[in-house]
């Protein structure tokens, strides 16, 4: 059974940093192109961060290049996104997403969030 278990959220001042991790298991970590998205009620869900199989293909939304970095540890099945200089736009429930090969197909797998509140 694949899950995904998202943690490390919280309430951070302007300017802070959080990291968040992705904590997985039940299928093959290493062969999983993972993600983080996040969403708040005042937008849709938006992908933040993309990280390859290997960890050496990486993308941001133009929003927090340079402020996070997305990572992931294959010999401990888990994912991370290293959050620094948060601001009030970065609220939200962020969300991680693994897409693996299954039957033939890609299936994507998603956690059940963590909220991160940035706020003075």
């Known amino acids: 059974q694949v899950q995904l278990v998202e943690s490390g959220g919280g309430l951070v001042q302007p300017g802070g940093s959080l990291r968040l991790s992705c904590t997985t298991s039940?299928?093959?970590?290493?062969?999983?192109?993972m993600s983080w998205y996040r969403q708040s009620p005042e937008k849709e869900r938006e992908l933040v961060a993309h990280?390859?199989?290997?960890?050496?293909?990486?993308n941001y939304a133009p929003s927090v290049q340079g402020r996070f970095i997305i990572s992931r540890d294959n010999d401990q099945n888990t994912g991370y996104l290293q959050m620094d200089s948060l601001n009030t736009d970065d609220t939200g429930t962020y969300f991680c997403?693994?897409?693996?090969?299954?039957?033939?197909?890609?299936?994507?797998?998603w956690g059940q969030g963590t909220q991160v509140t940035v706020s003075s």
């Open positions: 997403q693994i897409v693996i090969p299954q039957g033939g197909t890609w299936i994507d797998y």
């Open positions: 990280i390859g199989t290997a960890g050496d293909a990486t």
């Open positions: 039940g299928f093959a970590f290493s062969s999983a192109v």
